[in-house]
């Protein structure tokens, strides 16, 4: 699914990415690597292969698409440090023809020093790339000749149908000057929006990005919960 932004071309991908042609560059937002570890040393029991899915996907589209850079939007590894971190590193160590930038999110808490030494260029604050402003969270205030594009929310759409059907997916925002990311991470769950009347959302399905109002002619609808 393409979005055309001024003279930039946004790929919504099925995988809950952004690729953007022109800049070789990919996006995406709250993969949450290492939380399986950080739950279990809560004394919660949950396998790592939750995070296997994740990688196995984030393996594709860097192999696919080849990117020259790829931007981590934020809450790119759960909270404290676990044996996971270096597991992550390990991996993009494999890509060593692309750079790999994370914009610090709320859970990306780990000590400088595991910052430093790993296979990242780490910024504090918001990048601006082209006409694009790159931050975890939604910013108030960014200038309207700027696309904000964000993370944060894990926005998702839940749908009601004939019948008591109900159905929550992952989704797109697009509200006002700012794209806002689904989650990439399988293991963090989604929250509902609440949708806005000049919102433009798309859907993630299985198998590609569908525009809300072409759902609706299905005679499927947004509901609140």
């Not at 809560?42 to 984030?58: C, F, M, Q």
């Amino acid at each position: 699914m393409q979005l055309q932004i001024a003279d930039i071309t946004l790929e919504l991908l099925q995988e809950k990415a952004v690729w953007i042609a022109s800049l070789h560059t990919l996006l995406l937002s709250d993969t949450h690597f290492g939380k399986a570890g950080h739950f279990r040393r809560a004394g919660i029991p949950v396998n790592e292969s939750v995070h296997e899915k994740d990688y196995r996907i984030l393996r594709g589209l860097l192999s696919r698409y080849q990117p020259k850079q790829v931007f981590f939007l934020g809450d790119l590894f759960h909270s404290e440090w676990n044996e996971q971190w270096e597991a992550l590193q390990s991996f993009l160590r494999q890509f060593a023809a692309t750079s790999f930038h994370l914009i610090k999110g709320n859970h990306d808490v780990l000590p400088e020093s595991a910052y430093t030494s790993s296979e990242l260029q780490v910024w504090e604050a918001p990048f601006r790339l082209k006409n694009l402003l790159l931050c975890h969270e939604p910013l108030a205030g960014v200038p309207s000749q700027l696309l904000q594009v964000c993370g944060h929310i894990h926005p998702g759409i839940t749908l009601r149908g004939k019948g008591r059907q109900r159905l929550k997916m992952p989704c797109f925002l697009f509200r006002r000057n700012t794209i806002i990311l689904p989650s990439f991470g399988a293991f963090t769950g989604l929250f509902n929006i609440q949708p806005e009347k000049e919102d433009r959302i798309f859907l993630v399905t299985p198998t590609k990005v569908i525009p809300m109002n072409l759902v609706d002619k299905v005679g499927l609808v947004a509901s609140s919960g």
